[in-house]
């Protein structure tokens, strides 16, 4: 069964900084690209970022861009996101997903997702 | 990139069918079939339901189908059953590339 889950999220006051892991398992991690998106307290999802799997192509939602950086190490089995300059709008459920392939090009659509983790953006 | 537009809410009673809609535009929703649905339940995470807009994903009930004209995708979910009861997302490719989400809809399963 594939597997997805996270860590690193909690507390980190305005303008700090925090890395979340994804650990994959049951699957070939550097076959597939990957994505995280969020989701604010009470709200919908926002895409965040995706990299392609082999190439490390990587995408980037325009409201992170400059401030986060996703990449992943494949001989771990493990995506990340660095979260830098955080905000309190950054506030959010941070879930990693998996796409169906591993072309050069973002992927529209992920499956599964993992269960997500928390961060808090808060003095 | 703005948010695709979905209702609110929708509500039907067991058996019935409902349609959640999902607006956007001639950058987005209109210029590709790349439109995804996603299921969610309570503190639960995000489920695939319906890809390219109207595939389904192996294991996804054919209850829920879907479609695309112009502009504007829906997702159509027949037979209603309690366990529909949940959130539902629409997703688009966009130019840039990027992704886009709608605001979600609330299925309430009178």
């Known amino acids: 069964d594939v597997q997805l889950l996270e860590s690193g999220g909690g507390l980190v006051q305005p303008g700090g900084s925090l890395r979340l892991s994804c650990a994959a398992s049951?699957?070939?991690?550097?076959?597939?690209?990957m994505s995280w998106v969020r989701q604010a307290p009470g709200k919908g999802l926002e895409w965040v970022s995706a990299i392609s799997g082999a190439s490390g192509n990587t995408y980037y939602a325009g409201s992170i861009k400059g401030r986060f950086t996703i990449s992943r190490d494949n001989s771990k089995s493990t995506l990340y996101l660095q979260m830098n300059s955080l905000r309190a709008e950054d506030t959010a459920v941070y879930y990693c997903?998996?796409?169906?392939?591993?072309?050069?090009?973002?992927?529209?659509?992920?499956?599964?997702w993992g269960q997500g983790t928390l961060v808090t953006v808060s003095s | 990139q703005s948010a695709l537009t979905q209702p609110a809410s929708v509500s039907g009673s067991p058996g019935q069918s409902i349609t959640i809609s999902c607006t956007g535009t001639?950058?987005?929703?209109?210029?590709?079939?790349?439109v995804s649905w996603y299921q969610q339940h309570p503190d639960k995470a995000p489920k695939l339901m319906i890809y390219?807009?109207?595939n389904r994903p192996s294991g996804v009930s054919n209850r829920f189908s879907g479609s695309k004209s112009g502009n504007t995708a829906s997702l159509t979910i027949s037979g209603l059953q309690a366990e529909d009861e949940a959130d539902y997302y629409c997703?688009?490719?966009?130019?840039?590339?990027?992704?886009?989400f709608g605001g979600g809809t609330k299925l309430t399963v009178l």
């Open positions: 049951g699957f070939t991690f550097s076959s597939y690209a």
């Open positions: 997703s688009s490719y966009a130019r840039g590339p990027t992704l886009v």
């Open positions: 997903a998996k796409a169906p392939g591993d072309g050069n090009f973002l992927y529209n659509w992920f499956d599964p």
């Open positions: 001639n950058s987005d929703v209109g210029a590709y079939n790349y």
């Open positions: 390219d807009v109207g």
